[in-house]
């Protein structure tokens, strides 16, 4: 709870300064653009959480999230209903998610090497397959879900916010969120009390690989024409996010509260950064600086 207050506070502190040295930051226009352009990285913080709080890393999210985003796109102008799109595009996240999960879990092979080697294998693999061009002329009902750009602004939002709030309940209060708080903790230990870790490590990763899917259509929905290149950089600012918020990134510890809050400050900051006439580029410094000095801090208080 200390950790989520003091970041809380920090945020608080972005936000008058920005109003203070440039208070068109809060026009409703860029804080409407501001939460819509977040909520596919909260949704797939959630899973990021799950995966971090196991002491593991999944490097592939921006690869998969670029693979359910072309996938969403084609399957809509197949002709299939909007609903069954989701679960697909959704189902699709997760089946990749299970073969890093597998690999790790079953194989035993660490999880950065995994994502990293499924992270290059999905990119180039896309690339090849479309040849680098966009999914063009998409059916009306695929942007904003064919509700019109007022109502599917609000869709995007909610269901971004619906997804969080289960997330957090059930890490609190069902088993499943107690087994990956033991596993994180102590994996032997957990093993011991008759928790199968393994099977914990897979769908964890299998749920990473869902909710970068759930992630994906929510950004898409928003475009007529869908980039073939989406999501790079997207598992730097999901890390970043988990990782400032105070999950320890060696596992066991830490709340989707506290996620939702490094969402919050790391997405301020980029767009601030414009409005303080600042260079974009150093928003990737920024972020890396973040996750540094967050695991030097978690190491300082693990010591401790």
């Keep these: 709870m200390r950790r989520e207050l003091s970041l809380l506070l920090a945020w608080g502190v972005l936000l008058v300064s920005i109003a203070v ?21 909260l949704v797939a913080a959630i ?13 592939s999210v921006g690869s998969q999230f670029a693979v359910c985003g072309v996938a969403a796109g084609l399957l809509a102008k197949a002709g299939l209903p909007m609903p ?58 695929f942007q904003w879900l064919g509700l019109g750009q007022r109502a599917g602004q609000v869709l995007i939002g909610a269901i971004a916010l619906t997804l969080f709030l289960l997330c957090a309940w059930g890490m609190r209060h069902l088993a499943a969120g107690r087994a990956i708080y033991a596993t994180g903790s102590a994996p032997e230990s957990a093993r011991l009390a008759g928790i199968h870790t393994h099977r914990v490590l897979f769908w964890a990763f299998a749920g990473m690989g869902a909710f970068t899917g759930v992630a994906a259509l929510l950004n898409s929905i928003r475009f007529s024409d869908l980039q073939s290149n989406a999501g790079v950089g997207l598992e730097l600012k999901t890390i970043a996010a988990v990782v400032v918020g105070g999950v320890s990134i060696t596992g066991g510890r830490g709340t989707l509260t506290g996620a939702l809050l490094g969402v919050a400050l790391l997405g301020t ?13 150093w928003e990737k410094a920024i972020q890396g600086a973040i996750i540094l000095g967050a695991v030097v801090i978690d190491r300082m208080v693990r010591r401790k």
């Design 47 to 59: 899973g990021m959480t799950l995966v971090i709080l196991l002491g593991q890393i999944d490097v």
């Design 21 to 41: 040295a440039a208070p068109g930051f809060y026009s409703l226009e860029n804080l409407r653009d501001l939460v819509l352009s977040n909520a596919a990285v």
């Design 84 to 141: 069954l799109v989701a679960v697909l595009t959704a189902l699709a996240g997760m089946a990749m998610g299970a073969v890093n999960g597998a690999l790790v879990a079953a194989a035993g092979i660490p999880s950065i090497v995994v994502t990293l080697a499924t992270m290059v294998v999905l990119r180039d693999g896309l690339r090849w397959a479309t040849g680098g061009e966009w999914v063009q002329n998409l059916p009306a009902t």
């Design 269 to 281: 900051i980029g767009p601030a950064l414009t409005f303080l006439g600042v260079s974009a580029f």
